[in-house]
């Protein structure tokens, strides 16, 4: 069976689930700060997306001067919105980055800050929105909760959630099996291979995320699409255009000769490139473009692939200026800029300022009350973030002023980072000093000034110390529902 036919299978018959009207009850814990105001009635019910690319790095595209890869429908998205050149992941590896961005937590506070799962009581966007009447639907990479697991997306927040639950399982593109609501969907023909087999799993992924579009199109959704492209064990459809592009291209990109990880991380990019084209066209096609709001980013720090002598930063350079020749410093798995830096876009034809660029400082935490402002929804009282719809739609629009952070907070069980206003600190190893960095004229974080500024050195280890709290994991439930070996069985 050909691929095409497989695909078409497997994703007939999909069902939305009826939405409920409860809030939960866990959005009613304390916090000192109030609800942000919601947008007028006015504005009506806005659809959302949500696109997250895996590992994508600040300079992978082509509006950002990049002298390979082109993103011309990343390029419009920029130009027909936002663009922010400094609003931040909330985490420098994949999993605590989604946890801080579904729950609204940093990594101070929220469940997941490692290897884990969300407890059965953390409230997601999903949740506010769903609470809300939206349709709620997430297709790729969740992370946060395998089957059996308190974690599972359909326990918070979403309808349906098909593609990988486990970040390992979801770094192949040709695996035996995907899953949809903690149920395993068998793709029939693929062997385990890493690189290679019949069917690939983000074309259904990719499918699914437009189908769940057409089937909401009458009414408000909030489609959260967590792709795993660029990242993981490079292999996609041979006869895809970007393939096809970037084949025979020859170059110097590995010390192992032969080698062509480079050429389809490049094609990788062009594919999800051409596919968020196709949901800006379907969006034109439905006719509701107008009332959806596109948020689009990476979701940690880019990493350094394919370097050698010659290509230093990584033959694709991700973190490296291609104008200025600065480069943010380190990358995915640590603190530096370059682990937390990352492409961030929203588009809101009509509400959203076409082709504007803000420098305004923020953080995957943001998200949950910015959104929940947008569509009228109740987010959690303890998150950590703040709405930045003053940004996006202008004050007046907004009815205030855009609030600014005290600080921003990252942790891991190695490391500690902070950054207020231009001020970064960051302590890169369990127990080494705090380093201090002033960004506003040292990007690349080379001149530790702290010896200098030992007052904002005290004044940030206090924040650090009030931003900690203990981890408090989820719990497995079923572990018979654990599924096991997942490139291979």
């Not at 691929?3 to 000192?32: E, R």
């Amino acid at each position: 069976m050909k691929q095409l036919d497989i695909l078409k299978a497997i994703c007939i018959g999909t069902a939305i689930i009826t939405l409920t009207n409860s809030v939960s009850a866990a959005t009613n814990t304390s916090t000192d700060r109030p609800n942000p105001p919601r947008l007028p009635a006015e504005a009506g019910r806005v659809n959302i997306i949500y696109i997250l690319l895996d590992e994508w790095g600040y300079f992978e595209w082509s509006k950002m001067g990049h002298p390979i890869l082109e993103t011309p429908n990343i390029d419009q998205l920029a130009s027909e919105g936002m663009r922010f050149t400094q609003f931040l992941a909330g985490a420098n590896v994949c999993a605590p980055t989604r946890s801080t961005l579904m729950t609204g937590q940093h990594t101070g506070h929220t469940t997941v800050r490692g290897p884990g799962c969300l407890r059965a009581d953390d409230v997601t966007i999903a949740n506010n929105l769903k609470d809300a009447g939206y349709a709620t639907g997430g297709f790729g990479k969740w992370g946060l909760g395998e089957p059996g697991t308190t974690g599972v997306p359909e326990k918070h927040g979403f309808d349906t959630f098909f593609g990988y639950y486990n970040q390992k399982h979801a770094h192949t593109y040709y695996p035996n099996y995907l899953i949809r609501n903690s149920k395993k969907v068998p793709l029939e023909g693929n062997t385990g291979n890493l690189l290679t087999g019949e069917i690939n799993s983000h074309d259904l992924i990719y499918a699914d995320s437009l189908r769940f579009i057409r089937e909401n199109e009458d009414r408000p959704f909030f489609a959260y699409l967590p792709w795993t492209p660029p990242h993981g064990h490079w292999g996609m459809p041979l006869d895809d255009p970007a393939w096809q592009k970037y084949k025979d291209k020859q170059w110097d990109s590995s010390n192992q000769k032969g080698k062509q990880d480079a050429q389809m991380y490049a094609a990788m990019v062009e594919m999800v490139d051409r596919q968020i084209g196709d949901i800006m066209a379907l969006l034109k096609e439905l006719e509701i473009d107008h009332n959806t709001i596109i948020f689009l980013s990476g979701d940690n720090g880019g990493r350094p692939y394919f370097a050698n002598e010659k290509h230093p930063h990584g033959f694709l350079a991700p973190n490296l200026n291609p104008k200025t020749g600065e480069r943010f410093r380190g990358g995915k798995g640590n603190f530096y800029e370059g682990g937390v830096r990352v492409p961030f876009i929203v588009r809101w034809p009509g509400r959203i300022e076409a082709g504007s660029v803000s420098d305004y400082l923020g953080y995957f935490p943001d998200i949950m009350p910015t959104i929940a402002e947008i569509a009228g929804a109740i987010p959690r009282k303890d998150s950590d973030g703040i709405s930045i719809v003053p940004t996006l739609l202008g004050a007046e629009k907004a009815g205030r002023e855009q609030e600014q952070h005290k600080y921003l907070y990252w942790e891991n069980k190695n490391s500690i980072a902070l950054r207020m206003k231009n001020w970064k600190t960051i302590s890169p190893e369990k127990g080494a000093p705090f380093e201090l960095y002033d960004l506003s004229r040292d990007i690349e974080e080379l001149n530790d000034v702290a010896a200098q500024h030992p007052e904002i050195i005290e004044k940030m280890k206090r924040y650090a110390k009030e931003a900690h709290t203990p981890v408090l994991l989820g719990k497995v439930l079923d572990a018979s529902l654990g599924f096991k070996g997942h490139n291979r069985n």
